[in-house]
């Protein structure tokens, strides 16, 4: 079959057999709009299995309604796969105002952990290194500078820095303004 050379012959392969693979489709979906789609689909993938049709075996209808018929229990696959998944989000138990309130609740108290984070994100890469060694994993600022491959020295002025811009943060500089008390 010459469906993928010829445009002319794909017309006419489309024409012949629409109404069939259309009745087809509607034996087995009930949404309009996905029969539409399910069509399309088949003809399309009937265009890039072309290759494959042997007359020999059976007729073009025949040959047609095998590809629908994947077509058409692929889509029953995937809106089966898609039901289970909403299912599984839908028997989840909403949030209630005292839920909602105790998420609020933490979010503020974890507001000054947010900035540290950022802020620490934002330091330079040898600073940061040196006060997540130090800080998170425990480490002594002497073995935190042997595995950096530093000086101890300059170990101890990057976690400097680091506490510095991090304190700077936790508690940002009162501004006061002249006039107010």
Known sequence: MRLHQDPAVFEDFYRRHVDAVMR??????SDPHLAADLTADIFLAALDAAHGYRPGRGSEIAWLYGVARNVVSAEHRRT?????????VAGRRLMDDDDVGRMEDRIDAERGTRRAWEAMRDLPEGER??????????????EAA????????????????????????????????????
């Open 24 to 29: 087809f489709v509607v034996r087995r979906v």
């Open 129 to 142: 290194a040196v006060l997540e060694l130090v800080v998170i994993d425990q480490l002594t600022v002497s």
């Open 80 to 88: 089966a796969v898609e039901n289970r998944v909403t299912g599984r």
């Open 146 to 181: 042997e595995a950096l491959g530093v000086k101890r020295v300059t170990a101890r002025v990057r976690l400097h820095r680091a506490r510095r811009a991090l304190a700077a943060v936790a508690s940002p500089p009162v501004v006061y303004v002249e006039g107010e008390v």
